[in-house]
């Protein structure tokens, strides 16, 4: 099998490859997890399901940089955009290593539209990733 140039250059010079290119798959995996992608990390998380009305629970995730380069402990929060407040608790999160993670301390008090945040990264390489969850 011969190479043209262009596939030599990415086999050989992978940090030639657009960041997007290199993309990352959070080490979290099986049945119920979701995911969010942003421009440079990834999240996956499970939820317990259903989610639990003003009941503390803990959630699952997990997180990679697209760019393989290591970050700090996350920082996670809900709110309810429509109603304009989040959660009257602060969670705390702890690194179980690898790219994973659990956040404690999470409660829910209304049914509702709710809005999960997960904020990775500082300065320029910083970002925060949203994704939507419903409690009955």
């Known amino acids: 099998m011969t190479l043209g140039p262009a596939a030599l250059a990415a086999a050989l010079c ?11 798959t959070p080490p979290l995996q099986g049945r119920g997890v979701q995911a969010v992608e942003g421009r440079g990390f990834v999240v996956a998380w499970r939820a317990p399901a259903p989610l ?3 009941e503390f ?20 929060d809900a709110t309810m955009p429509e109603h304009g407040h989040g959660m009257n608790y602060r969670p705390r999160v702890e690194s179980l290593g690898g790219g994973r993670f659990r956040a404690s301390g999470l409660l829910l008090h209304m049914p509702g539209r709710w809005q999960l945040s997960v904020s990775l990264g500082s300065g320029v390489r910083g970002e925060t990733l949203h994704a939507p969850l419903t409690v009955d």
């Not at 995730?61 to 920082?75: H, L, N, Q, S, V």
């Open 14 to 24: 992978p940090a030639l490859l657009p960041v997007a290119a290199l993309g990352c």
């Open 57 to 76: 629970f803990s959630l699952d995730f997990a997180a990679c940089a697209r760019d393989g380069r290591p970050f700090d402990t996350p920082r996670i």
């Open 52 to 54: 639990p009305l003003a």
